[in-house]
């Protein structure tokens, strides 16, 4: 079992940049694929990003080109760099981990559920 706290969100204007960052418990962090999701109030929890086991990436059509996911498993942590945010980037932003380890856009593949940390972008 994991345990995922995400940390990084806050307010930002538009065009602005930050950083997300989701900090795991345990010693088998290397063994998960990570991801990230959003989601805002009356809609369904979107995908964002993910990272396989193995360091592949995939992100989100909406977001390619502005964000990147990385990992650091000697910190068991998983990053979310988001640049030239939009407001509709405003969500609450939720990590999760996915035993099987590969590289999964599908939200009820993934085990394991931050709670998440809200990003407002301003206009």
């Known amino acids: 079992q994991v345990q995922l706290v995400e940390s990084g969100g806050g307010l930002v204007q538009a065009g602005g940049s930050l950083r997300l960052s989701c900090a795991a418990s345990?010693?088998?962090?290397?063994?998960?694929?990570m991801g990230w999701f959003r989601q805002t109030p009356g809609k369904e929890r979107e995908f964002v990003a993910a990272v396989s086991r193995s360091g592949y990436t995939v992100l989100s059509d909406s977001v390619k080109g502005r964000f990147t996911i990385s990992r650091d498993n000697a910190k068991n942590t998983v990053y979310l760099q988001m640049s030239s945010l939009k407001p509709e980037d405003t969500a609450v932003y939720y990590c999760?981990?996915?035993?099987?380890?590969?590289?999964?856009?599908?939200?009820?593949?993934?085990?394991?559920w931050g709670q998440g940390t809200q990003v407002t972008v301003s206009s």
């Open positions: 999760a981990a996915d035993e099987a380890g590969m590289l999964v856009r599908a939200l009820n593949r993934y085990e394991y």
């Open positions: 345990g010693r088998t962090f290397r063994r998960y694929a």
